[in-house]
């Protein structure tokens, strides 16, 4: 596609704004009471991310007898003939609900250029701006006239990779710490996942409010007389969205104080464990994509210690969200992804650490749509190769996006004009997960 | 002679060209052709344009394309008031030669030739590059020598400290030939070639082979067997394939007998910025025009090799634009002036009942966005609070500046988009609501205190200050009842307070129109 297309530029516009058009009702629409009793349901995925590169090595891909293996021990799961680290006691139990890839071979060692191929399925090409796999899936998935944005990130990774060129609507909604803490220090006990600005200004009533939209609204309406413009549309649906957020039983999907306290202790009283149970809170009230991040896995220095510690916050807060979505029959439409921007180096080094390692690495599936109970794919014994043909970022999104049944082919129009796919067109299924 | 070449480059760099072609017609003139060609476009569509827009609004769209932020009260009122025939006119070549315009158009420029700069990876790299577009484009120095003196650019030596260079062109690119050539051929030639990189398109003109030997111009210079300093050549990953400098347009590459580390570069500049390249004028000329009418002539902007880059609607008239763009001496300034003098820039964004709103044939002008700066500059316009510096230096407002233009950052203005959290950030967020707060609102707190003001005046006042408008008869007395009761806390001060709010949270101040 070479040429300028205004009809599918355009008709890309239209379908988007036409599907806002529906939701301009009113500035204060009542609601259907209970937001968490939505019969629209979809698949949804909860993405585990691991920034700073997890020594997988010593989670799901041990070593054990080899001089690259490390100190920790292998255990048993709940599936025959799966072994993973003794620092994941809970997952191990859940593990026919659980896939591992083994055969992760990608090629970025850097941070910031893996984390973009690792959330976008794409290597970075001159001007195009590739959309993250919770933009693409939410643009699928999600519902433009629900309440609650289509795409959550929780732990505050940096916001950098959003919407690209599906444009800003498709940005997530990020909320909460940063993940350069490592998110179960002291201060990380998930108070602070909140929403930015949801809140009235300190000093503004229900009823100041209220009449400020009425004054706006007024504006609005005497603007709008024979302008209509996606321009408009957009900035319009954006005000109207952020004030049906506003509405006390949506905001009350971030009201994790709702939950009961030994719930809560179950998930871990970190950021992360935290992170998840508003995952729950979320994919129940049909949001589609949810990323919740732990940070701190960059382990140069002390590898083991770090991982040992990293581990049971990981484990705690995973194997209580696999629990929970199966409690509530939500575990077969949400599928959860566990996994981060590369591996680390199969050698030790000098500090007890471990190098970025792109070549070889895991990565972890569980739940609805995926087979659990294995491993696929498997590395050489020293770690240090994947034994047969490596499985690449776009053939793990590839994977993602079809066990939530949207067609990984399928092209957006992109802002260099040019269709690009959901999944990079090289991109090829992981069968035995599906 | 080889090396006479080179030499004689060098002295191209730093002086205008001597003889011009023919002179270009002055920009008024240019101006009636472009209209003449739009209305001829228009008769063919069978179709009205919309009305020409009154001063208010002619005003406010002015300043928003060129100097990047609302009219002040003062402006707006002096404006109004002007009776002259040719005040818009007076008015663009005012704004145009103005501080405000330098900065708006450093921005414009450095956002077209290092995007990567609106990405947090990059972003660092952006105060630098506009610094060093700022300076050019305040002694408006032609296009063409400014785009060859970056591409140029002895990157071997650091520049000393202190002076501004365009040294972040090839930062955002990592220094790599393959990026670099992408990132060259988009902005100044408006051809992309990105997806020549991996493999030859099947839709597409340019080949694989095409993309590396137009990298091969950015990669270093290479010694042969005998320790000689050749041309380049560099490998398409994955094969076993290496690929020399070779120019798009398949004119032959004349290399000296003397390398130097950018030789590649000069010859490759001096392609890009000559008369005969058919894209680097017409690129130019394209780009300016989506600045100020938000489509382009023609689109998409990074394909003018395409079909619609050659017979497409008004590939004729970007020609004749950019000719005259050419006999201008690549005069930046005198585009932008013949653009923005047009009866077609006049042009409301209602369509009269039954016309084509096809954005192609500018019967009309669309909606627009605000760019993150505009909207910053022009919030802080709306509040009486200075609206910009001259200068592009530093400082702790900058970082305010910056960090709000990135939350509110759009791709292309035409098509720009708003999120839940940029909607929750205008509601409540921090600079809307101290902006509701007299003591720190010089325009608010003028209206609330003047004694000389009833509140019909004081309504007015943050009409004309947030939408450079007096309030329509309705909207007039539905707002003044609203103050006079006091608002909701039973304090006019904070009622008009709300009524700012309502008005910055507006539609119309959030777009250009």
Same mark, same amino acid.
């Given at each position: 596609?070479?040429?300028?297309?205004?009809?599918?530029?355009?008709?890309?516009?239209?379908?988007? *704004?036409?599907?806002?058009?529906?939701?301009?009702?009113?500035? #204060?629409?009542?609601?259907?009471?209970?937001?968490?009793?939505?019969?629209?349901? $979809?698949?949804?995925?909860?993405?585990?991310?691991?920034?700073?590169?997890?020594?997988?090595?010593?989670?799901?891909?041990?070593?054990?007898?080899?001089? !690259?293996?490390?100190?920790?021990?292998?255990?048993?799961?709940?599936?025959?003939?799966?072994? &993973?680290?003794?620092?994941?006691?809970?997952? =191990?139990?859940? #593990?026919?609900?659980?896939?591992?890839?083994?055969?992760?071979?990608?090629?970025?060692?850097?941070?910031?250029?893996?984390? /973009?191929?690792?959330?976008?399925?794409?290597?970075?090409?001159? =001007?195009?701006?590739?959309?993250?796999?919770?933009?693409? &899936?939410?643009?699928?998935?999600?519902?433009?006239?629900?309440?609650?944005?289509?795409?959550?990130?929780?732990?505050?990774?940096?916001?950098?990779?959003?919407?690209?060129?599906?444009?800003?609507?498709?940005? @997530?909604?990020?909320?909460?710490?940063?993940?350069?803490?490592?998110?179960?220090?002291?201060?990380?006990?998930?108070?602070?996942?909140?929403?930015?600005?949801?809140?009235?200004?300190?000093?503004?009533?229900?009823?100041?409010?209220?009449?400020?939209?009425?004054?706006?609204?007024?504006?609005?309406?005497?603007?709008?007389?024979?302008?209509?413009?996606?321009?408009?549309?957009?900035?319009?649906?954006?005000?109207?969205?952020?004030?049906?957020?506003?509405?006390?039983?949506?905001?009350?999907?971030?009201?994790?104080?709702?939950?009961?306290?030994?719930?809560?202790?179950?998930?871990?009283?970190?950021?992360?464990?935290?992170?998840?149970?508003?995952?729950?809170?979320?994919?129940?009230?049909?949001?589609?994509?949810?990323?919740?991040?732990?940070?701190?896995?960059?382990?140069?220095?002390?590898?083991?210690?770090?991982?040992?510690?990293?581990?049971?916050?990981?484990?705690?807060?995973?194997?209580?969200?696999?629990?929970?979505?199966?409690?509530?029959?939500?575990?077969?439409?949400?599928?959860?992804?566990?996994?981060?921007?590369?591996?680390?180096?199969?050698?030790?080094?000098?500090?007890?650490?471990?190098?970025?390692?792109?070549?070889?690495?895991?990565?972890?599936?569980?739940?609805?749509?995926?087979?659990?109970?294995?491993?696929?794919?498997?590395?050489?014994?020293?770690?240090?190769?994947?034994?047969?043909?490596?499985?690449?970022? @776009?053939?793990?999104?590839?994977?993602?996006?079809?066990?939530?049944?949207?067609?990984?082919?399928?092209?957006?129009?992109?802002?260099?004009?040019?269709?690009?796919?959901?999944?990079?067109?090289?991109?090829?299924? &992981?069968?035995?997960?599906? | 002679?080889?090396?006479?070449?080179?030499?004689?480059?060098?002295?191209?760099?730093?002086?205008?060209?001597?003889?011009?072609?023919?002179?270009?017609?002055?920009?008024?003139?240019?101006?009636?052709?472009?209209?003449?060609?739009?209305?001829?476009?228009?008769?063919?569509?069978?179709?009205?344009?919309?009305?020409?827009?009154?001063?208010?609004?002619? /005003?406010?769209?002015?300043?928003?394309?060129?100097?990047?932020?609302?009219?002040?009260?003062?402006?707006?009122?002096?404006?109004?008031?002007?009776?002259?025939?040719?005040?818009?006119?007076?008015?663009?070549?005012?704004?145009?030669?103005?501080?405000?315009?330098?900065?708006? #158009?450093?921005?414009?420029?450095?956002?077209?030739?290092?995007?990567?700069?609106?990405?947090?990876?990059?972003?660092?790299?952006?105060?630098?590059?506009?610094?060093?577009?700022?300076?050019?484009?305040?002694?408006?120095?032609?296009?063409?020598?400014?785009?060859?003196?970056?591409?140029?650019?002895?990157?071997?030596?650091?520049?000393?400290?202190?002076?501004?260079?365009?040294?972040?062109?090839?930062?955002?690119?990592?220094?790599?030939?393959?990026?670099?050539?992408?990132?060259?051929?988009?902005?100044?030639?408006?051809?992309?070639?990105?997806?020549?990189?991996?493999?030859?398109?099947?839709?597409?003109?340019?080949?694989?082979?095409?993309?590396?030997?137009?990298?091969?111009?950015?990669?270093?210079?290479?010694?042969?067997?005998?320790?000689?300093?050749?041309?380049?050549?560099?490998?398409?990953?994955?094969?076993?394939?290496?690929?020399?400098?070779?120019?798009?347009?398949?004119?032959?590459?004349?290399?000296?007998?003397?390398?130097?580390?950018?030789?590649?570069?000069?010859?490759?500049?001096?392609?890009?910025?000559?008369?005969?390249?058919?894209?680097?004028?017409?690129?130019?000329?394209?780009?300016?025009?989506?600045? *100020?009418?938000?489509?382009?002539?023609?689109?998409?902007?990074?394909?003018?090799?395409?079909?619609?880059? !050659?017979? +497409?609607?008004?590939?004729?008239?970007?020609?004749?634009?950019?000719?005259?763009?050419?006999?201008? +001496?690549?005069?930046?300034?005198?585009?932008?002036?013949?653009?923005?003098?047009?009866?077609?820039?006049?042009?409301?964004?209602?369509?009269?009942?039954?016309?084509?709103?096809?954005?192609?044939?500018?019967?009309?002008? @669309?909606?627009? +966005?605000?760019? +993150?700066?505009?909207?910053?500059?022009?919030?802080?316009? =709306?509040?009486?609070?200075?609206?910009?510096?001259?200068?592009?230096?530093?400082?702790?407002?900058?970082?305010?500046?910056?960090?709000?233009?990135?939350?509110?950052?759009?791709?292309?203005?035409?098509?720009?988009?708003?999120?839940?959290?940029?909607?929750?950030? #205008?509601? !409540?967020?921090?600079?809307?609501?101290?902006?509701?707060?007299?003591?720190?609102?010089?325009?608010?707190?003028?209206?609330?205190?003047?004694?000389?003001?009833?509140?019909?005046?004081?309504?007015?006042?943050?009409?004309?200050?947030?939408?450079?408008?007096?309030?329509?008869?309705?909207?007039?007395?539905?707002? &003044?009842?609203?103050?006079?009761?006091?608002?909701?806390?039973?304090?006019?001060?904070?009622?008009?307070?709300?009524?700012?709010?309502?008005?910055?949270?507006?539609?119309?101040?959030?777009?250009? $129109?």
């Amino acid at each position: 596609m070479s040429s300028f297309s205004p009809s599918r530029r355009d008709w890309l516009r239209l379908s988007a *704004v036409g599907a806002v058009g529906a939701s301009q009702s009113g500035w #204060m629409q009542t609601l259907a009471a209970d937001v968490a009793k939505n019969p629209k349901r $979809h698949k949804s995925v909860i993405l585990l991310w691991l920034a700073g590169g997890p020594a997988t090595i010593d989670m799901w891909d041990l070593k054990p007898g080899h001089a !690259n293996g490390g100190t920790f021990k292998e255990i048993e799961t709940a599936a025959n003939g799966v072994k &993973i680290s003794e620092h994941f006691p809970k997952i =191990a139990k859940q #593990m026919k609900d659980v896939a591992i890839v083994r055969s992760m071979g990608t090629k970025e060692g850097d941070h910031q250029r893996a984390t /973009l191929v690792g959330l976008t399925g794409y290597t970075p090409v001159g =001007a195009i701006q590739f959309p993250a796999i919770g933009s693409l &899936i939410t643009h699928e998935l999600g519902d433009q006239d629900a309440d609650l944005p289509g795409f959550v990130s929780i732990g505050g990774r940096e916001g950098s990779i959003g919407g690209g060129f599906l444009g800003p609507r498709f940005s @997530p909604l990020v909320i909460g710490g940063g993940i350069r803490g490592n998110g179960d220090g002291p201060a990380g006990t998930g108070a602070d996942l909140k929403v930015p600005d949801l809140q009235r200004p300190a000093g503004v009533s229900e009823t100041n409010q209220t009449k400020r939209l009425d004054l706006l609204a007024g504006l609005e309406k005497d603007f709008e007389a024979g302008r209509g413009s996606p321009v408009g549309d957009t900035l319009k649906s954006a005000t109207d969205r952020a004030v049906r957020m506003m509405r006390p039983e949506a905001a009350a999907a971030f009201r994790l104080e709702d939950e009961k306290a030994a719930l809560r202790d179950s998930y871990g009283r970190s950021t992360f464990g935290q992170g998840c149970l508003l995952a729950r809170r979320l994919v129940e009230r049909g949001v589609a994509f949810v990323e919740v991040s732990l940070g701190g896995w960059d382990t140069h220095n002390n590898n083991f210690s770090t991982v040992e510690r990293l581990s049971g916050t990981l484990d705690q807060g995973f194997s209580a969200l696999m629990t929970d979505l199966k409690e509530r029959g939500l575990l077969d439409d949400t599928l959860i992804v566990c996994h981060g921007e590369f591996g680390r180096t199969p050698k030790i080094n000098g500090n007890a650490g471990r190098d970025h390692w792109p070549a070889t690495w895991s990565a972890v599936l569980a739940g609805g749509g995926i087979k659990g109970g294995q491993a696929v794919g498997k590395t050489t014994a020293d770690g240090m190769s994947v034994d047969g043909e490596p499985t690449r970022t @776009p053939d793990l999104i590839a994977t993602i996006v079809k066990a939530v049944g949207i067609d990984p082919t399928k092209q957006n129009m992109s802002n260099v004009s040019r269709p690009i796919r959901i999944a990079d067109p090289s991109a090829k299924l &992981i069968k035995e997960l599906l | 002679m080889r090396l006479h070449r080179i030499l004689l480059l060098a002295v191209v760099v730093g002086v205008p060209p001597a003889v011009r072609a023919a002179e270009p017609p002055s920009p008024a003139k240019l101006a009636d052709v472009i209209d003449a060609r739009l209305s001829a476009e228009w008769k063919k569509a069978n179709t009205t344009p919309a009305k020409v827009v009154d001063d208010a609004t002619f /005003l406010r769209r002015a300043s928003l394309d060129l100097i990047g932020r609302v009219p002040t009260v003062a402006e707006t009122r002096e404006f109004l008031a002007d009776t002259s025939a040719d005040k818009r006119a007076k008015l663009v070549n005012r704004l145009i030669d103005s501080g405000g315009h330098t900065r708006h #158009m450093a921005t414009f420029w450095r956002r077209t030739m290092v995007p990567q700069a609106d990405t947090i990876e990059f972003a660092r790299l952006a105060d630098d590059f506009e610094s060093w577009v700022a300076v050019r484009v305040q002694d408006n120095v032609p296009y063409d020598r400014m785009v060859k003196e970056l591409l140029t650019l002895p990157t071997t030596t650091n520049p000393p400290r202190g002076t501004v260079s365009p040294v972040s062109f090839f930062a955002a690119s990592e220094n790599k030939p393959e990026n670099l050539a992408a990132n060259a051929t988009r902005s100044f030639l408006g051809v992309n070639l990105d997806c020549a990189q991996c493999h030859d398109h099947p839709f597409a003109r340019w080949t694989r082979d095409q993309f590396w030997q137009t990298a091969a111009f950015f990669a270093p210079p290479q010694k042969n067997k005998d320790g000689k300093t050749v041309p380049p050549e560099l490998p398409i990953p994955n094969t076993k394939r290496t690929m020399g400098a070779e120019l798009l347009t398949g004119d032959a590459v004349k290399w000296p007998s003397t390398i130097a580390p950018n030789t590649g570069r000069q010859l490759l500049a001096s392609w890009i910025t000559g008369k005969e390249n058919p894209y680097f004028a017409r690129n130019a000329v394209n780009r300016m025009w989506a600045q *100020v009418y938000g489509t382009a002539l023609v689109e998409p902007l990074d394909d003018l090799s395409g079909e619609t880059g !050659n017979k +497409g609607y008004h590939a004729e008239l970007l020609k004749e634009l950019a000719d005259a763009f050419v006999a201008s +001496g690549y005069d930046m300034k005198y585009i932008t002036r013949a653009m923005v003098q047009t009866k077609a820039y006049q042009l409301s964004t209602v369509a009269p009942e039954g016309a084509t709103t096809d954005p192609r044939l500018f019967a009309k002008m @669309p909606v627009r +966005g605000l760019t +993150g700066e505009q909207l910053y500059d022009s919030l802080r316009t =709306a509040a009486g609070l200075p609206p910009e510096r001259d200068d592009t230096g530093r400082g702790l407002g900058l970082e305010a500046r910056k960090r709000f233009a990135a939350q509110f950052h759009v791709e292309r203005t035409v098509t720009a988009e708003r999120s839940i959290v940029q909607a929750l950030s #205008m509601m !409540n967020g921090r600079l809307t609501t101290d902006l509701t707060d007299p003591a720190k609102n010089p325009t608010l707190a003028g209206a609330a205190d003047a004694p000389f003001l009833d509140t019909r005046g004081k309504v007015e006042t943050l009409f004309m200050g947030v939408l450079g408008r007096k309030p329509t008869a309705k909207e007039a007395t539905a707002i &003044i009842k609203y103050v006079d009761d006091g608002g909701t806390e039973n304090d006019s001060h904070r009622a008009l307070g709300d009524v700012f709010w309502a008005l910055v949270n507006s539609t119309e101040f959030n777009s250009n $129109h």
